[in-house]
């Protein structure tokens, strides 16, 4: 079994081991990304019900002061009645300490309609403000996670990236521009350059080698390239292989 081929197993496991290790690090950044937004939509709804609230209480008190006004006015019309002696002008106070005693029913009417209004914002605003401190708390926990995870991934990638160049320099150099050339090229990851093939047939695009391709991939003796997908194809021997040796250094490290 070629080294080469190996090593480019290898390499191909080092990268499935890169793309895992940075996925977890950016799986909690965009946990972190959402917690925000979550953070972020619900302070403006908290802040919106707290407007809210706040208007129905000055609403409130505006009505409770102007019913405790025309109380204390009503108080001196009834102490004027007893001293008029005139007969119209008691039934004209009269009449007015009447429509004054509607006014009053009215507005203390109102204010308790006010009352209850003020009371349900208070309780959403309550929920609101609760619900706001629980996102704000799972923030908080998420970033101190990820500050841990941040320092972890830091590591284990430049660990890994260590081991990727090692493995780099040990294989020719055509087919080491050609790897990392292909590497560069692939946005997604974790980035496909080796892949196995059986039965002749390409493990990434499917494409069907020429018979030649296929009697050289099972020989398991040089680095043979798909002529569609254009990344190395080894045989699952070999793949196994480079497992073995990768198991084996992580063991020993």
């Known amino acids: 079994m070629g080294e080469d081929l190996k090593t480019l197993a290898r390499l191909q496991l080092t990268e499935d081991r890169i793309a895992e290790t940075s996925k977890v690090r950016d799986e909690l950044v965009i946990k972190v990304e959402t917690q925000t937004a979550i953070v972020k939509d619900l302070t403006k709804k908290r802040n919106e019900v707290q407007d809210r609230f706040d208007a129905a209480k000055r609403e409130w008190r505006e009505i409770e002061e102007s019913v405790d006004t025309k109380k204390a006015e009503l108080k001196k019309w009834e102490a004027r ?11 004209a106070l009269n009449s007015a300490i009447r429509e004054h005693k509607r006014t ?23 929920a609101a403000q609760e619900a706001l401190e629980t996102a704000q708390n799972n923030i908080g926990a998420l970033n101190e996670e990820l500050s841990v ?31 990392v050339n292909l590497v560069g090229s692939i946005k997604r990851r974790p980035a496909i350059a080796v892949t196995v093939a059986r039965k002749g047939i390409c493990g990434f695009c499917n ?3 020429q018979p030649q391709n296929w009697i050289e991939v099972q020989r398991q003796e040089k680095i043979i390239y ?10 699952e021997s070999v793949m196994a292989a480079g497992a073995e ?9």
Not at 245 to 253: D, P, Q, R, T
Request: hydrophobic share 40%; net charge negative.
């Open 207 to 209: 494409v069907t080698m």
């Open 104 to 126: 009053i029913e009215f507005a203390e009417t109102t204010a308790n309609e006010k009352i209850a209004v003020v009371e349900e914002l208070e309780a959403s605003f309550n």
């Open 245 to 253: 040796l990768e198991a084996a250094g992580i063991l020993a490290s």
């Open 226 to 235: 798909c002529q569609g997908c254009r990344r190395a194809m080894v045989h």
């Open 81 to 91: 009645l007893q001293t008029l002696q005139d007969w119209r002008e008691q039934q």
């Open 149 to 179: 995870q941040q320092v972890a991934t830091s590591e284990a990638l430049e660990s890994e990236m260590s081991h990727r160049q090692a493995l780099l320099e040990s294989i020719p150099d055509e087919d080491r521009r050609r790897y």
